[in-house]
Each structure stands twice: as structure tokens, then as C-alpha cells.
């Protein structure tokens, strides 16, 4: 057999680099704004392997360009000193486990300067053709080892990240050409104009009494089908297109009309949340829109930010945190535990409440890390006088260990899916008739419940948005 020679060799590198190169262009992703999906994934990675830094990194021409990070300010680096050029050579997960130790590093400003990284791994982000785009990693400022969990842990997660890119990339293919992207920010327009959204409420349960302590809303599509279209399926474009200020704002302002108007029907006072996103509190109206949706009777209205707002102008989002505090509005973190950076900010935030992912809840049960991690953060939030929820409750068992766990309130199909505004109101006043037992106090939501079960219809599960 002839050898192959350098020249061939060459070659063949350089062809299949500009294969890579086109197969990542492909993916319409480079210098695209933050995405929550996508800093999910890195939260979750730095939460896995324990480390402050974690990026969904893309290897460009020149450059490794972070389309999601944790820990990290800069948004890109040169690739000539990168970690993840080297990543992307294999399939398995590239680890460092101290770069100033290895020839390879040790040199690189990025080792020997800020950020000073000393240990990193790689997970490569592979498309079904083989063509490596980049790394989901994970970076520590020591020397450490990883484990075959963490490692296998870190490839099951960069696969999701693909997913995302492919199915991202299906997404861009219906809604981003002028005519069909136009067309579909048109008809979300349209069911702006002609009211077709709607809001479900999902109870959250007080687990001391059983009893609802508030509610969270939840939008939907009503487009006239059999079902209602889920805010999966249409608030990426409502964000990307600006118009989620519009129904964000929409969504507040009737929230708190139907608050009161079980106000004015004598049901029991709930607090009510809404989901805000990052588009929404960054925005310079938000305040305003907030206020106008409050209105002069002050409505007890809350708000619901994800970890992810809070890795970026912290002290600016400090600052608007507080102002939403003086009006009376609390603020609840949601899917608390996924996220990394937060914590060390914790103690310094103007929130009220915690909420724990449900990932951490559904595996409590079965895996004593997972157990140790939500009690951990109960006892943190107690400790910094917040209080805490627990999404996604599906089981007794469940409820039971977070009530010796201390936990003030569930939220989960485990006691209702959401609701529309009537069937609230129709469960509002069972609950009014029921008189709480001094011996028992989970008996109102042992009754109550049935409702809640009746309302589940097929295989749904507790991960409503």
C-alpha cells in the first residue's frame, strides 16, 4: 500500500476543515443573541462537573465564539490559543486536567493570564455527518480530575445542544426566509389584536396547610383547534421579534385583572406570578409597563426571572430588581439549582423566593445527591429569609419529603396541571368550603386534589411553561 503523502495529507485537512466550516455556517447561529435553551445547557454542565465557567463554544475560521456562557465576560477569543481547537479534533471529551502542566497550554495567555484556566473539558458538539462545530465545556481556575459520570454526563448534554442546533436550524428554515417569518410574526400579531392568547393558572400549595397560597400564569394560543398551542412553539419568535414586550405586558395586565376580579366574586387573595423574560426586564419600559398593569390598587402581582438574567450587568438588574420590590411586587427565581454563577450573588439579591427545578425533584426520591442538593438549598433560602418552592411535584412520596424537608409550597400535576381562569375559580370555592383540619393539615389538598387529577388528560407531565 502507498503511503500517503504530506501534500495528500494536507490537503485532505484543509478540505475537511472548510467542510466544518460550511456545516457550521449552515447553522445560521455565529454572533446571534443569547438564548435561554442554550444557557440552560451551560448551567447545567458547570452544575454537573462543579466548575464556575461552562460555554457552548462554536470554532470559527479564526476565532472560538460563545453562543451561551456562565462565569465568563468575554464573549469570544482567539482560536490560535483555544482549548476547544483542540476538542473539536476528537469525539470523545477533550480534558486538561492542570494546562499549566501540559505543553500544550501552558503558554497561552489563557493560562498564564485572566481568566488563568488550569483545568478544562470538552464535550464535542457533533452534527449526524461528523463535522464537529465546536465544545460544550467546562472550566476551572484549579487543577482537578473528572469523573466517568461527568464525562458521560458532559456528552449526553452537548447531544441535547445539537439537538437544539438541528432543530434550530428547521426553525430558522420556516421562520426566517422574509416571506414565512414575516407571515408568522404576523399572525402572532394578529392573535395579539384579536385576543386569542390566553392565561392557565397553575396552583402552588402552602404544604404546611394544604391549602393554595397562590397561583402562576401561564400563557397559551387559542387558535380555534382542539388544543391550545403551547408557548413552546411561539414564544422564541415573540422574543426574537420584539413583541414578547407587547404580550409581556399584555400578560401582566391580565393577570392582575382577573385577580381582581376573585377580588370581587369574595375568593380567597392569592398572590399571583408571571414569567418574565429577559427581553421584558432588560427592556427600559419594563418598569413602567409593571406599574401601569399593578394600577392604583396596588394587585398582588409577582414575577418570575430565570438564573440566567442574573450572569450579566448584575448591579443594573440589582437595581431594577429593587425598584420592582418598592412597589410591592415580590420576585421569585425560577428553576433555582440549574445555574452556577447566581449563588455567588445570592445573599445580595432583593428577591423573596426560590423555586427548585424539577429536575432536582424528580430525582430526589431516587439518588441521595439529589436529595442532599434540595435540601441544601432549603436550607439556604431559609437561611437568607426566603421562601422556597418545588416545581414539579408528581408523587406523594415527594410531597412527604419535602414537607419534612421544610419546603413551604409545591407546584405540580401531583395536585392540578393549570387551570383555566374559570375551573380556578370553581376550585377557589370548593377550597372556601372546606374547613381546614386542626389534626391533619394536608386534608384539604387530599380532597381537593381529585379536581386536580380529574384534570390531567393523557401522558402530560408537570414541565408547563
Sequence with gaps: MNAISPATENSESIAAELRRLLALRSYDILDTPPEEIFDEFARLAASVVGTPIALVSLVDGNRQWFKAKVGLAVCETPRDIGFCTHAIRGIDVFVIPDALKDERFMQSPLVTDDPKIRFYAGAPLVTSSGEALGALCVIDYVPR??????????????????????????????????????????????????????????????????????????????????????????????????????????????????????????LSPLRVAVNVSPVQLRDPGFLATLQQALGS?????????????????????????????????????????????????????????????RSFITAMTENADDMAIVSSIISLAH?????????????????????????????????????????LETLLKRESAITPSPVEPGAAFSERRLLGRRRILGSGTSSDI
Design 383 to 423: 437561611g437568607l429569609d426566603l421562601s422556597v418552592v418545588a416545581e414539579g411535584v408528581e408523587t406523594e412520596e415527594e410531597r412527604k419529603l419535602l414537607r419534612l424537608l421544610r419546603c413551604d409550597q409545591i407546584q405540580g400535576y401531583l395536585f392540578s396541571q393549570p387551570l383555566s381562569k374559570g375551573e
Design 297 to 357: 390598587d396596588g394587585s398582588p402581582l409577582d414575577i418570575e426571572i430565570t438564573e440566567g438574567v442574573l450572569m450579566e450587568k448584575t448591579e443594573e438588574i440589582i437595581q431594577k430588581l429593587d425598584a420592582i420590590r418598592a412597589m410591592g411586587v415580590h420576585v421569585a427565581i425560577d428553576d433555582f439549582g440549574t445555574g452556577y454563577s447566581s449563588l455567588r450573588y445570592l445573599a445580595r439579591l432583593p428577591i423573596d423566593t426560590l423555586k427548585i427545578d
Design 145 to 266: 480530575e473528572i469523573t466517568p459520570d461527568q464525562c458521560n454526563a458532559l456528552q449526553i448534554l452537548s447531544r441535547h445542544v445539537m439537538a437544539q442546533f438541528e432543530l434550530r436550524r428547521r426553525l430558522v428554515a420556516l421562520t426566517r426566509g422574509d416571506a414565512s417569518r414575516q407571515e408568522a410574526i404576523r399572525a402572532l400579531r394578529g392573535a395579539l389584536d384579536r385576543g386569542e392568547f390566553v392565561l392557565h393558572y397553575q396552583p402552588q400549595i402552602d404544604i404546611r396547610t394544604g391549602r393554595i397560597a397562590g397561583v402562576e400564569a401561564l400563557i397559551r394560543w387559542d387558535r380555534g383547534g382542539p388544543a391550545l398551542v403551547s408557548p413552546v412553539d411561539f414564544v422564541p419568535l415573540l422574543e426574537e421579534s420584539g413583541l414578547i414586550l407587547e404580550v409581556g405586558g399584555w400578560v401582566m395586565r391580565q393577570a392582575a385583572a382577573d385577580h381582581r376580579d376573585w377580588q370581587r366574586q369574595g
